[in-house]
């Protein structure tokens, strides 16, 4: 594997970078919030945000969400296994689950990956976590909350889905509720470069996929009727294909749309997008494409029967995409219906939107300057950049 591609696979995300925190221990908000701004102002068309701290001190934070029981508390997820809480700008001195001993982090793509609530999480404590197991299967468990609200209950794991890797790298593992109430999760096409096994065009496999299932049928889990393959033609659970790492996904919360943010090769990272009502079935690419340009082969490539992305760039401009969301909050109007994203290894945060022809524009709303390795999203619509470069969770606001 050549080492170019090594330096742009996403979760690169999981290094820590030069000045990231190692503490195992968060500090709580300081008392006036630091802020990351832009030089100039913005518009609707062209939206400018600042970054607020919210928390500090995290080891390798990768991911961050509150769940929907009203306790206003932000969970934040680390690499190495532990998920621990923010409520009102303090940190809790212990975790709210530690999984480390069920994981493995040695690979820098590896480690506890995902989080995401039950949507009835208030009434039955049933949440899922997303992991590298220790003999490297990518992993989907789910957990309860025990009788402490501020610890997970560990003896309450059960795995659902365990899918054998070949490699350490393209792990995926964004896990998020869709509207349809249906648990989404994303794969990678299991490492190396290039897609060796070719599992983007497989739909026998379950890498390099967004699958769905229902967690609240049939145990371990059920699948959807209306799944695409439900009835054959591939693997039941799969919901779209062509992925060669799907690091972040998010469903717009007004919309219903969905957004897919895959990691690219060695020339160019693309963001995708599905509209809400669409029936699933989709060819995202991958290994045809990379981007909106053929990969294999390298010109002339048959991209018939495809969904291109709605965006990319090219390695100019970065290395890793890391997918975010759309802004739907009420603090910030000026950035209503905005898909915010950024580049692990650029630092720059760009608001994408449709102009009043219905193309696709990218803006540049902040050069950070920092390591987002992940966007995440509260209860009310507000956004938070997740930043290894300084161990720290900022929310966006408008500038």
């Given at each position: 594997?050549?080492?170019?591609?090594?330096?742009?696979v996403?979760?690169?995300?999981?290094?820590?970078?030069?000045?990231?925190?190692?503490?195992?221990?968060?500090?709580?908000?300081?008392?006036?919030?630091?802020?990351?701004?832009?030089?100039?102002?913005?518009?609707?068309?062209?939206?400018?945000?600042?970054?607020?701290?919210?928390?500090?001190?995290?080891?390798?934070?990768?991911?961050?969400?509150?769940?929907?029981?009203?306790?206003?508390?932000?969970?934040?997820?680390?690499?190495?296994?532990?998920?621990?809480?923010?409520?009102?700008?303090?940190?809790?001195?212990?975790?709210?689950?530690?999984?480390?001993?069920?994981?493995?982090s040695?690979?820098?793509?590896?480690?506890?990956?995902?989080?995401?609530?039950?949507?009835?999480?208030?009434?039955?404590?049933?949440?899922?976590?997303?992991?590298?197991?220790k003999?490297?299967?990518n992993?989907?468990?789910?957990?309860?909350?025990?009788?402490?609200?501020?610890?997970?209950?560990?003896?309450?794991?059960?795995?659902?889905?365990?899918?054998?890797?070949?490699?350490?790298n393209?792990?995926?593992?964004?896990?998020?509720?869709?509207?349809?109430?249906?648990?989404?999760?994303?794969?990678?096409?299991?490492?190396?470069?290039?897609?060796?096994?070719?599992n983007?065009?497989?739909?026998?496999?379950l890498?390099?996929?967004?699958l769905?299932?229902?967690?609240?049928?049939?145990?371990?889990?059920?699948?959807?009727?209306?799944?695409?393959?439900?009835?054959?033609?591939?693997?039941?659970?799969?919901?779209?294909?062509?992925?060669?790492?799907?690091?972040?996904?998010?469903?717009?919360r007004?919309?219903?749309?969905?957004?897919?943010?895959?990691?690219?090769?060695?020339?160019?990272?693309?963001?995708?997008?599905?509209?809400?009502g669409?029936k699933?079935?989709?060819?995202?690419?991958?290994?045809?494409?990379e981007?909106?340009?053929?990969?294999?082969?390298?010109?002339?490539?048959?991209?018939?029967?495809?969904?291109?992305?709605?965006?990319d760039?090219?390695?100019?401009?970065?290395?890793?995409?890391?997918?975010?969301?759309?802004?739907?909050?009420?603090?910030?109007?000026?950035?209503?219906?905005?898909?915010?994203?950024?580049?692990?290894?650029?630092?720059?945060?760009?608001?994408?939107?449709?102009?009043?022809?219905?193309?696709?524009?990218?803006?540049?709303?902040?050069?950070?300057?920092?390591?987002?390795?992940?966007?995440?999203?509260?209860?009310?619509?507000?956004?938070?950049?997740?930043?290894?470069?300084?161990?720290?969770?900022?929310?966006?606001?408008?500038?």
């Open positions: 594997m050549p080492a170019a591609v090594i330096a742009f996403l979760i690169l995300v999981m290094v820590a970078c030069d000045g990231g925190s190692t503490s195992s221990t968060p500090t709580a908000t300081p008392t006036a919030p630091a802020s990351v701004t832009p030089a100039h102002g913005g518009s609707a068309a062209n939206p400018q945000v600042a970054l607020e701290r919210v928390a500090s001190g995290f080891s390798k934070p990768l991911y961050v969400v509150e769940p929907p029981d009203g306790s206003g508390r932000l969970f934040v997820v680390e690499q190495n296994g532990k998920i621990r809480i923010i409520k009102d700008g303090a940190i809790a001195s212990q975790p709210f689950l530690d999984a480390g001993p069920v994981i493995t040695s690979g820098n793509e590896q480690g506890l990956l995902g989080l995401t609530f039950h949507p009835k999480f208030k009434e039955n404590g049933r949440f899922f976590i997303t992991y590298t197991a003999n490297g299967d992993t989907l468990a789910e957990y309860r909350v025990s009788s402490d609200p501020a610890k997970a209950d560990a003896a309450s794991a059960k795995v659902l889905i365990a899918i054998p890797d070949f490699a350490a393209h792990n995926g593992g964004m896990v998020a509720f869709g509207p349809d109430g249906y648990l989404y999760l994303s794969t990678g096409d299991g490492g190396q470069g290039g897609d060796p096994k070719a983007g065009q497989n739909k026998n496999v890498l390099a996929k967004i769905r299932i229902d967690v609240d049928g049939s145990a371990p889990y059920a699948i959807p009727p209306t799944n695409p393959f439900a009835n054959g033609g591939g693997k039941s659970e799969v919901w779209d294909y062509g992925f060669r790492n799907p690091w972040r996904f998010s469903f717009d007004q919309t219903g749309d969905l957004w897919i943010a895959d990691v690219g090769q060695n020339k160019y990272e693309e963001v995708n997008f599905e509209p809400a669409s699933g079935g989709l060819n995202y690419g991958w290994n045809t494409m981007g909106t340009h053929c990969y294999q082969p390298s010109d002339g490539c048959n991209q018939a029967g495809l969904t291109l992305p709605v965006n760039y090219s390695h100019d401009d970065g290395c890793s995409v890391t997918g975010g969301y759309v802004y739907r909050g009420a603090k910030e109007p000026a950035l209503a219906g905005a898909y915010f994203f950024t580049d692990y290894c650029d630092g720059v945060i760009w608001a994408l939107k449709r102009d009043a022809a219905g193309n696709w524009q990218r803006t540049t709303a902040l050069d950070s300057k920092l390591a987002i390795t992940s966007f995440g999203e509260d209860q009310a619509g507000e956004i938070y950049a997740v930043s290894q470069k300084d161990g720290a969770i900022y929310r966006l606001r408008a500038k």
